[in-house]
């Protein structure tokens, strides 16, 4: 017995011995079970840049901001376009009209929501591909969907599938699903089929009017990957896009235009809307805003119409009589005659500099001018590109001139950006991609501003997409023109940088 309560002691005592050293050698700032290690928020290494009193410009993946993305919880730098967005919004007291490719922000759907219940007056147009709830698609439905289509309903449900069930419950729809935010409070949506066809070439404005005098627009469509990244991939910080808020009723009065012309009698009445072709023709518009005028136009131009009115001739008349520098950050350039523009005005003015950075996934394609700028050719079935608009055959470039490049930007991002800036002064831009189909089909819209202030903003985002571009064709499009056909440029085996990878491309 004796014998048993000293080994109960013994043993009771090296319990205590043993709580007492682990607490002791457990630092006092540890607490238990441990804290969660605090995110360390990125500093910016810019400082912002000055905005003119009435125009106001913005850039997801600047440098002169911070923010902490909404969904993902992540911080990142960049302005915070969904909260520009959802800001207009709020200020709106009369009327939000928005115009938009594709929009799958929860946040700025219940915005337009709360706008609605309140009273204001909400009108939304998309592109009829996005014009769809997927939370409420049956698995045969989801089996019919286009490759593209099924990336885009798989982003979905790592977005909405909020316990992670694998299933979207109608409150996880009314909290994630945009499309079913804006039915169930009911705003009315059209697409364009409400003109009674099967859709334009595509809907691809970017814009919102609001109250009549605000315009917000820009390259940025209303998405996580538009704005923020992909929500199944916290690598990715969004295409690289920018908005635009300009508080002009004058400007605001085009874009109303714009809507009008599209929403006609709205959903379900006489189909009167006009998309793509369709639309009458308006030529360039012009208005003054801070001292600085600002030209707008509209896509697409009819074929029946010579080429001199459309938008395209109109970039190529801008690029045309540049003198000093032409910068361009361009998701799609395949438009033959700006490229032979851009060629007349650095063989007219020697001391030009041209820099060019492009998304990978269109740049090493046959009918990019990308080639053309990096003086080689790619055949396609035997055939050299030629232009589909006015016959233009290709023309390689027979001069070195530019910094020409391939943005690198993270896995699953996009170089989505529509500018240029033209002698450091005149900044083109919008929804309108450098291409056919932007010109002829796609209903778009550009911005002509003429403002060194405003120029500014864009050429430090062009900074920064340059200094860490991949300069001059990849290996693969070399391997390619050896395959198809096609020439080099001179020294072409020079062009790999040393240090760098070459660019994944498609």
Request: glycine share 6%; hydrophobic share 40%.
């Amino acid at each position: 017995m004796l014998r048993s309560r000293i080994l109960y002691a013994l043993m009771t005592l090296a319990v205590v011995i043993v709580v007492v050293v682990l607490f002791r050698v457990r630092p006092r700032e540890t607490s238990w079970p441990p804290e969660p290690e605090e995110e360390a928020i990125p500093t910016p290494p810019l400082q912002p840049l000055s905005q003119l009193p009435h125009v106001s410009v913005w850039f997801n993946s600047g440098r002169s901001a911070v923010y902490r993305e909404p969904y993902r919880g992540t911080w990142r730098l960049g302005d915070n376009l969904e909260e520009l967005i959802i800001e207009a919004i709020e200020d709106a007291q009369v009327s939000v009209n928005v115009a938009v490719q594709e929009l799958n922000l929860p946040g700025v759907a219940q915005a337009l929501c709360r706008k609605h219940r309140d009273g204001v007056r909400v009108r939304i147009i998309l592109e009829n591909a996005y014009n769809r709830v997927f939370s409420m698609m049956s698995p045969p439905e989801v089996r019919r969907l286009s490759s593209h289509a099924r990336a885009k309903y798989d982003e979905f449900l790592r977005l909405a599938d909020l316990d992670g069930d694998g299933h979207i419950s109608l409150e996880e729809a009314v909290e994630r699903d945009a499309i079913t935010i804006l039915r169930a409070c009911g705003v009315p949506i059209v697409d364009d089929t409400e003109d009674g066809s099967k859709g334009s070439g595509i809907m691809h404005h970017k814009f919102m009017v609001l109250d009549g005098a605000t315009v917000v627009f820009g390259s940025a469509n209303f998405t996580m990957s538009g704005v923020h990244g992909d929500f199944a991939n916290p690598a990715t910080r969004g295409n690289a896009n920018h908005l635009l808020r300009f508080e002009s009723p004058d400007l605001a009065a085009h874009f109303e235009d714009e809507f009008a012309v599209m929403w006609g009698d709205g959903p379900g009445g006489e189909k009167d809307s006009r998309f793509g072709k369709q639309k009458p023709h308006r030529g360039e518009r012009m208005v003054v805003i801070d001292g600085c005028p600002v030209m707008v136009k509209f896509s697409p131009t009819p074929g029946i119409l010579p080429y001199e009115q459309t938008t395209n001739a109109l970039i190529a008349s801008i690029v045309r009589k540049a003198s000093r520098s032409v910068d361009m950050a361009l998701f799609v350039f395949s438009a033959q005659e700006i490229v032979d523009a851009l060629a007349e005005a650095c063989v007219r003015h020697p001391a030009l500099t041209v820099r060019g950075v492009f998304d990978a996934s269109f740049a090493s394609r046959y009918y990019s001018e990308t080639l053309d700028m990096w003086r080689m050719a790619l055949q396609e079935k035997d055939r050299y590109e030629t232009s589909s608009e006015t016959g233009m055959p290709n023309r390689p470039w027979d001069f070195d001139r530019g910094n020409i490049g391939i943005a690198i930007l993270p896995e699953g991002d996009k170089l989505h950006h529509k500018f240029a800036v033209v002698d450091s002064e005149l900044v083109i831009t919008g929804s309108h991609n450098w291409s056919a189909a932007a010109n002829t089909n796609n209903d778009e819209a550009i911005v002509v501003f003429h403002s060194e202030a405003v120029a500014a903003h864009f050429l430090r985002e062009m900074d920064r997409l340059t200094a860490s571009m991949h300069v001059g064709p990849t290996r693969r499009l070399v391997e390619r023109v050896g395959e198809r056909g096609g020439y080099l440029p001179p020294h072409h085996d020079s062009h790999e940088p040393k240090g760098r990878p070459w660019p994944a491309e498609d």
